[in-house]
């Protein structure tokens, strides 16, 4: 099941949402930069614009690399690539800017609202419900022994020779 990450750009918030292959085959074929209209997941009346995806091996979609395949480019910059020196290059592979079957995450950032706002169409999931709740944790009590100069374990010592082990 495909899984799209919804930014809002207002807000500065994303959102999940999961979608049945089925709705996503009218996806196929877009590039990143595409809009469409959110009907397809679950958000009628929103327009959204297609800003990346990643691939079953995790694998990022680059805008400048035609297609549906991979490829191995040389990248300076972002996207997929961060460089930590100046000047600094890197072969990296990546995906083509065009989604396939084989996609299974879509990042997409909403360009024209509906009427609803984004929260009450969004499924909420049970961890965030009960984010506004703390949890009662119950710490096990720890023993602790502690001991006297009386009851410490002997420590045996091997004096002039003599082992802690024989029995004569």
Known sequence: MP???VNEPETRKSYQIEVEQAKVSGLIGKKIGDEFNGDIIGLPGYSLKITGGTDKDGFPMHPSVEGIGRRRIL?????CFHPRLKGERRRKTV??????ESIVQINVKITKKGQK???????IKAKEKAKGEKPKIEKPEKEVKEFKSEEKPEE????????SNDKS
């Open 95 to 100: 995906r083509g800017n065009t989604i396939s």
């Open 75 to 79: 990248l300076t910059g972002p996207p």
């Open 117 to 123: 706002p984004i929260e009450e169409l969004i499924p």
């Open 156 to 163: 045996k010592s091997i004096e002039g020779g003599e082992k």
């Open 3 to 5: 899984k799209f990450v």
